[in-house]
């Protein structure tokens, strides 16, 4: 086997330069994005509410359960479903 070569003091002090940075320059990109990606996350979890809110009506409507309170957006005790649609709806 062949002995380890000396590396130049240099050499070293380049390679844990070169590291330091990096964590740092990563520690500030992270910092960077994550708003971001918190925003993203909370656009695409309200998105998902709506769509799945939107599967739930289109599945009842093709099934054909039309009574007064199928359809109720709340999901609250209303006393005055007179009409098709939640009266929460339109207020």
Same mark, same amino acid.
């Given at each position: 086997m062949v002995p380890p070569v000396a590396v130049s003091p240099l050499i070293k002090t380049a390679?844990? +330069?070169? #590291? $330091? #940075? @990096?964590? =740092?320059? @990563?520690?500030q990109r992270f910092d960077y994005l994550k708003p971001i990606a918190e925003e993203e996350r909370r656009v695409e979890e309200a998105e998902k509410k709506a769509r799945e809110e939107q599967e739930r009506i289109y599945k009842q409507l093709s099934e054909g359960n039309t009574g007064p309170h199928t359809l109720c957006l709340c999901r609250s005790s !209303? $006393? +005055? &479903?007179? &009409? =098709? =649609? !939640?009266c929460c709806l339109f207020s």
């Open positions: 390679r844990w +330069s070169a #590291l $330091l #940075l @990096g964590v =740092f320059y @990563g520690k !209303c $006393l +005055s &479903h007179k &009409h =098709f =649609f !939640c």
